[in-house]
């Protein structure tokens, strides 16, 4: 399956599950104490940059985009799935939310401070993930910051169930952090930081890396 048809399986299972998802996960992150400060360390350090704001690409429902706002970072959202982009305006209706493609950025040359990547990355085939990171690295300002939450593991898994919906069929990409960061340094970004969390299913991951 290639890159398209990956984002159009991510479309269709977002779409399917944005009400429970939306109605779930804010809360989730609201507990999760350690994801939040890795969040609040690259809002910080976008902030102290005072490059531009931070694109969260594959937005969700936009709790993020928001808890960044609050932290006095402008930021705003973008999402493959209309429906969960529909739900995100709803939400937080003074934000910025846009339907588009993480791989693909309606963003001038240099103008962005962040991009966040927080658990979106998981629907990208991992031989597209270089020219992903090119068009994160074409958007950002020197010094400009990437974060990144990824599953942690090799292959692919197969998700059938999720967020209360037991009919919907996508592929998630576990991702190995050495073999993340290496790509990324050969796009031009260095290693900041990496946190490894203990996951229910599977370890967990935020990465944190600066275009050079
Ligand atoms: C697991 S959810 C994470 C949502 C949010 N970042 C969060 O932390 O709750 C993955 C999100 O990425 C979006 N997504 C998947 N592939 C995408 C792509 N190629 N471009 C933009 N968004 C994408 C999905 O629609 C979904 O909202």
Redesign the pocket.
Known sequence: MG?GE??EE??R???AV?GT?AAT??ER?AQDVRGRSMVAAFAELVARGGAGPVA??????G??TAFLQTLGVPAYG????AL?VAGARRAHPRLRFEV????ALDAADGSLGGV?????????PPVERPA?FGEWHRALAPGGYVLL?FHVGEGQSQVRAAYGHEDVDYV?ELIRPEELIAELAVAGFAREALLLLPGVRREQACLLVRKA
Request: glycine content about 10%; proline content about 5%; charged content about 15%.
């Open positions: 890159a990956r984002e991510a479309r299972a977002y779409d944005a998802y996960v804010p992150f969260d690409l594959g937005c969700g429902p709790h993020v973008v999402d493959i799935s969960t588009g493609s993480l791989a966040l990547s927080w658990w979106s990355l998981l629907h990208t992903v939450g998630i």
